[in-house]
C-alpha cells in the first residue's frame, strides 16, 4: 500500500513537497518510484521517476529543473519537492512503485502498466 501526503493549496511560485510511504512488507529498496499527476479534465501523466538504486532520474519536460524526486529506503519514502509551482501544476499527484529490476529504459520508467501499486492520490491546487 502506498500512501501521498501534503498536497493542499498553494500560491503561485511558492513551493510544496510531497511525500509517499510504502507499507505493506515489501523490500522498498528493488523498487522504482514515481510521481504521476491528474490535472483537472485530463489523463493522468508521468511527472518523475528514480530508479531502485536512487542513481536515475526520470522527469517530464515540464517539471525539468523545478521538481526533484527523492527516496529514502530506510524510511520507505519517496518525496516530490516542487518548487516555483505555477497554474499548470494544478491536480490530483499519484505515486506509484514497480519491481525494479524490469526497468531498463526510460520508455518503461514512463510507462504506468509498469507500476504495480499505486497510492490514492492527494490534491494540489496552485492558485492565487
Known amino acids: 500500500q502506498m500512501v501521498e501526503s501534503g498536497g493542499g493549496l498553494v500560491q503561485p511560485g511558492h513551493s510544496r513537497r510531497l511525500s509517499c510511504v510504502l507499507s505493506g512488507g515489501r523490500i522498498f529498496k528493488y523498487y522504482a518510484l514515481s510521481w504521476w499527476r491528474q490535472p483537472p479534465g485530463k489523463e493522468r501523466e508521468f511527472v518523475a521517476a528514480i530508479s531502485w538504486s536512487g542513481g536515475t532520474t526520470f522527469y517530464s519536460d515540464s517539471v525539468k529543473g523545478r521538481f526533484t524526486i527523492s527516496r529514502d529506503d530506510a524510511k520507505n519514502t519517496t518525496d516530490l519537492q516542487m518548487d516555483n509551482l505555477n497554474l499548470d501544476d494544478t491536480g490530483v499527484y499519484y505515486c506509484?512503485?514497480?519491481?525494479?529490476?524490469?526497468?531498463?529504459?526510460?520508455?518503461?520508467?514512463?510507462?504506468?502498466?509498469?507500476?504495480?501499486?499505486w497510492g490514492q492520490g492527494t490534491q494540489i491546487t496552485v492558485s492565487s
Open positions: 506509484a512503485s514497480g519491481p525494479g529490476a524490469t526497468f531498463i529504459s526510460r520508455d518503461r520508467y514512463m510507462n504506468p502498466v509498469m507500476y504495480s501499486n
